[in-house]
């Protein structure tokens, strides 16, 4: 017997199907993410080892607004094949650099002797990893709408 929240999301994913809804939702996150690069305030620098803060803010803001605008993109495409393997391919960049980047700076502050490092990257990393994890998930969905693609 369907509940509500199965009710709720047949009619969210009715339209784009799983996989576009699935595309939807990264550009949504992928987005506020890029905006809060832009808006937010100066991140104060937690170490030299988290190389992911000598981006500066600009490139780094366009990294992630390009991929959500490509995942909305690729959502909303309507013309024939969806041609989305580029945008995901792109979606899964930014985490993946951030998740590399704080795993690092907590390898490094493990180690003895060695100055700072971020002692809970690996809670960032690991975060940053289930983005990318959503991205290959999003991947991994048949689009409903072409079956034989």
């Known amino acids: ?55 500066p ?15 909305l993109g690729a959502a909303i495409d309507r013309d024939g094949p969806r041609r989305d393997g580029l945008a995901l391919a792109f979606a899964a960049l930014p985490p993946a650099l951030w998740a590399v980047s704080h795993i690092w700076a907590w390898i490094v502050s493990i ?12 809670v960032a990393g690991a975060l940053y990893a289930c983005m990318v994890g959503l991205v290959w998930l999003a991947a991994a969905i048949p689009d409903e709408r072409y079956p034989n693609t």
């Open 111 to 122: 180690i003895p002797g060695e100055p700072g490092g971020s002692p809970r990257g690996w």
């Open 1 to 55: 017997m369907p509940t509500i929240l199965h009710r709720a999301a047949r009619r969210m994913t009715g339209r784009l199907g799983v996989h576009g809804f699935g595309l939807i939702l990264i550009a949504v996150i992928w987005s506020i993410l890029g905006f809060a690069q832009l808006t937010g305030p100066a991140t104060p620098s937690r170490g030299q080892h988290l190389f992911h803060q000598h981006i």
């Open 57 to 71: 803010v600009v490139y780094a803001a366009t990294l992630w607004l390009t991929a959500g605008l490509g995942c």
